[in-house]
Every structure is written in structure tokens, then in C-alpha cells.
């Protein structure tokens, strides 16, 4: 089976820093992932996605890094704001999407003054 | 609305009983899944419909959990006999098409409380 796991629970940056946040997956037929950003006590808010023949999509301040070699992803945002602190997960799909989405645990992004 | 809507928003229920929570997805989207979210943990999916198909259940987890959903839209999910460890957020998501690589849009939750 799938699962999906996130190298940190939280993450503390500067404001106007870059931030990076990686994603490990364990299923090499994962064939599409997306980023989601979720703020406390709302649903999970889509960011970016990108599809297993690409390794690279940008996105407005975000980029989204895919290595397929050692099946991992990850989430840059440039320049963070205030309003990027939030609590981030990546996803994976398999199957035609009939198997849903596979969550990571999340990383909590918390933006420094 | 433009987005997938989730009603009730908050549910507080004792234990034993059963609950409905209902989804209404993205007018026109196919695709419709349900995921559950404990506290401070990733999403768990659940159940998925392709139009009125009749979904796998496999996921679901316990025969206490049931979902339908009528005319290709609104979906339930059913909880029958409630316990404790099913308190949790119920989200719902739809996408445009099935068959994957699209892009899934979450509606705000239905925060459960099992006393």
C-alpha cells in the first residue's frame, strides 16, 4: 500500500525567507501529488499538483519539485508571508483515483516576525 | 456557493447514536470522496462515488459506517451507533472527472464529537 510521510512536523521561518518542505512516498505507481494548505479549523486548500512525467511546476511563489528516483516531493515557497502559516500536506494518488488521495501527516509552517 | 459545502458543521452526539453528515459537491463534478481527519493527523479516505456507480466500501471502517449518494450529487455519510474513537473532522471532497490526476477541492469539515 501506499503511505506518505513528511520529514518534520514543524518548520520555523523568518518572514520574507524561502521555505522548503519535503515529502517522502512509498508507492512508485503514484502517478499524480498535490500540495494542500490547511488553516485551523478549515479544509484542506489546494496549492499545486504535478503529474509523475514531470519534476517541475511553479506555481505563484510556489514550486513543487518531484524526484521520481527516490520518490520525493517538495513544496517551495518563496518569500513567505504571515499568511502562509498553516499546517501543509502532500498527497499522492494511484489507481485511477479510486483509492483516494494518501495523506501525510502534515508539516506545521510557522512564520517568524 | 462555488465550493463543496458540508453540513452540519458541528455535531456533537452521545455515544450509541447515529449521526448524518451530508456533502454537497461542486455543481457538475463527477467525483465525490469522503475522508476522515483526527486530531492533528493527515486524511484517512474513506469512500469514493463515480457518479452514482456503486462505490468500494473497502475503506470504510467499520460496518457501522455507510454512505450513499442520490442522483449523481448530495451524498451522506451514515454513522450508526457512534463511539467515541469516530469523533474526528468528515471531509468531503469532489473533483471534475474520475480516472485520476484531478485535482480533488475539500470542502470546510464536519467536526464530530462522540461523547
Known amino acids: 500500500g501506499e503511505s506518505v510521510g513528511l520529514h518534520l512536523p514543524t518548520l520555523s521561518v523568518q518572514e520574507g525567507d524561502n521555505s522548503i518542505i519535503n515529502c517522502a512516498y512509498s508507492?512508485?505507481?503514484?502517478?499524480?501529488f498535490i500540495w494542500y494548505k490547511q488553516e485551523s479549523g478549515k479544509g484542506p486548500q489546494f496549492i499545486i499538483d504535478i503529474r509523475s512525467n514531470m519534476d517541475k511546476r511553479q506555481g505563484q511563489r510556489v514550486t513543487v519539485l518531484l524526484n521520481k528516483t527516490v520518490k520525493h516531493l517538495s513544496l517551495q515557497i518563496a518569500a513567505t508571508q504571515p499568511g502562509d502559516s498553516a499546517v501543509y500536506f502532500c498527497a499522492a494518488e494511484g489507481n485511477g483515483g479510486a483509492d483516494g488521495l494518501t495523506f501525510g501527516k502534515g508539516t506545521h509552517l510557522i512564520i517568524q516576525p | 456557493g462555488a465550493g463543496v459545502s458540508q453540513s452540519p458543521s458541528n455535531k456533537v452526539t452521545e455515544k450509541g447514536k447515529d449521526v448524518e453528515l451530508r456533502c454537497d459537491p461542486i455543481?457538475?463534478?463527477?467525483?465525490l470522496y469522503w475522508y476522515r481527519q483526527s486530531l492533528g493527523q493527515g486524511l484517512e479516505f474513506l469512500i469514493y462515488?463515480?457518479?452514482?456507480?456503486?462505490?468500494?466500501k473497502s475503506g470504510l471502517p467499520s460496518d457501522r459506517f455507510s454512505a450513499e449518494r442520490t442522483g449523481g450529487s448530495v451524498s451522506t455519510l451514515t454513522i450508526q451507533r457512534t463511539q467515541q474513537e469516530d469523533s474526528a473532522v468528515y471531509l468531503c471532497?469532489?473533483?471534475?472527472?474520475?480516472?485520476?490526476?484531478?485535482?480533488?477541492?475539500f470542502g470546510p469539515g464536519t467536526r464530530l464529537t462522540v461523547l
Open positions: 508507492n512508485s505507481a503514484s502517478d499524480y
Open positions: 455543481s457538475g463534478h463527477t467525483a
Open positions: 462515488f463515480q457518479g452514482n456507480s456503486a462505490p468500494d
Open positions: 471532497a469532489s473533483s471534475r472527472t474520475s480516472g485520476g490526476g484531478d485535482t480533488q477541492y
